[in-house]
């Protein structure tokens, strides 16, 4: 992979939350216009990875450079502008909000707008079914659209996105499935996810982390071939 493939590299990265030490050397490359996956078990780390690419938890040490810019030390504002998106595992919408208000206020160039708009329909034609209704009466896997459509109003570089399959029902994750092997057409993304399965259908690359540490990263097909590699690190 050459250096201009390379959307986004963590190097040794550490990480505090207050006096605990979560991160102790996370090391992570995403390839431009790929899916990558962060696997791992319940606290091993790999939300607080993201949160620390987003500049919501300072990294401690190590670095961290997207496309070409060393963001370690960046403020979450500055790394938005640079074209990152984070949907966090809460979906964090504005519940007493429409659809149209949600995706309004997110929306950095007024310009492109509709374009935009067209394309979140496209991808989940629900949100332009309800995009006047208050947002608090969607379900939970209408609720995940509009966290990702939020994300997706903008023509960002990079989406990362916690856990997207958590809670929601075997078919509406299928549909999800669809849905983001779509997106990642439209800009690459960096994932965490739980669910083996989708994980599996949507991503190209994969890193796995142990106890707050990177331990082993391989592509799609690697992980498909060693069944020792699930073994050891999924308990699959």
Same mark, same amino acid.
């Given at each position: 992979?050459?250096?201009?493939?390379?959307?986004?590299?963590l190097?040794?990265?550490?990480?505090?939350?207050?006096?605990?030490?979560?991160?102790? =050397? +996370?090391?992570? %490359?995403? /390839?431009?216009?790929?899916?990558?996956?962060? @696997?791992?078990?319940?606290?091993?780390?790999?939300? *607080?990875t993201?949160?620390?690419?987003?500049?919501?938890?300072?990294?401690?040490?190590?670095?961290?450079?997207?496309d070409?810019?060393?963001?370690?030390?960046?403020?979450?504002?500055?790394?938005?502008?640079? =074209? +990152?998106?984070? %949907?966090? /595992?809460?979906?964090?919408?504005?519940?007493? @909000?429409?659809?149209?208000?949600?995706?309004?206020? *997110?929306?950095?160039?007024?310009?492109?707008?509709?374009?935009?708009?067209?394309?979140?329909?496209?991808?989940?034609?629900?949100?332009?079914?309800?995009?006047?209704?208050?947002?608090?009466?969607?379900?939970? =896997?209408?609720?995940?659209?509009?966290?990702?459509?939020?994300?997706?109003?903008?023509?960002?570089?990079?989406?990362?996105?916690?856990?997207?399959?958590k809670?929601?029902?075997?078919?509406?994750?299928?549909?999800?499935?669809?849905?983001?092997?779509?997106?990642?057409?439209?800009?690459?993304?960096?994932?965490?996810?739980?669910?083996?399965?989708?994980?599996?259908?949507?991503?190209?690359?994969?890193?796995?982390?142990?106890?707050?540490?990177?331990?082993f990263?391989?592509?799609?097909?690697?992980?498909?071939?060693?069944?020792?590699?699930?073994?050891?690190?999924?308990?699959?």
């Amino acid at each position: 992979m050459s250096n201009a493939d390379v959307l986004l590299e963590l190097k040794a990265v550490e990480t505090f939350i207050g006096q605990y030490h979560i991160l102790f =050397g +996370v090391d992570l %490359v995403v /390839e431009r216009g790929k899916a990558t996956i962060i @696997l791992g078990r319940n606290g091993a780390g790999k939300t *607080t990875t993201l949160r620390t690419i987003m500049g919501l938890g300072r990294a401690s040490a190590g670095s961290i450079v997207f496309d070409g810019k060393d963001i370690t030390q960046s403020h979450t504002h500055h790394i938005v502008k640079e =074209g +990152v998106s984070y %949907v966090p /595992e809460d979906r964090d919408i504005f519940s007493q @909000l429409t659809i149209e208000e949600n995706l309004h206020i *997110t929306s950095r160039n007024k310009a492109n707008y509709e374009e935009r708009l067209e394309f979140i329909f496209s991808m989940f034609p629900d949100m332009k079914k309800y995009f006047k209704k208050k947002s608090r009466v969607l379900s939970g =896997g209408q609720a995940q659209m509009l966290s990702i459509s939020r994300a997706l109003i903008n023509e960002n570089k990079l989406m990362m996105i916690d856990e997207p399959s958590k809670g929601l029902a075997p078919i509406i994750i299928r549909d999800l499935i669809v849905r983001m092997n779509e997106i990642k057409k439209d800009t690459t993304v960096l994932m965490v996810e739980q669910n083996y399965e989708m994980a599996l259908a949507i991503g190209d690359h994969f890193c796995f982390i142990e106890d707050g540490k990177t331990v082993f990263a391989c592509d799609k097909q690697t992980l498909l071939d060693d069944e020792s590699i699930k073994t050891r690190y999924l308990g699959v």
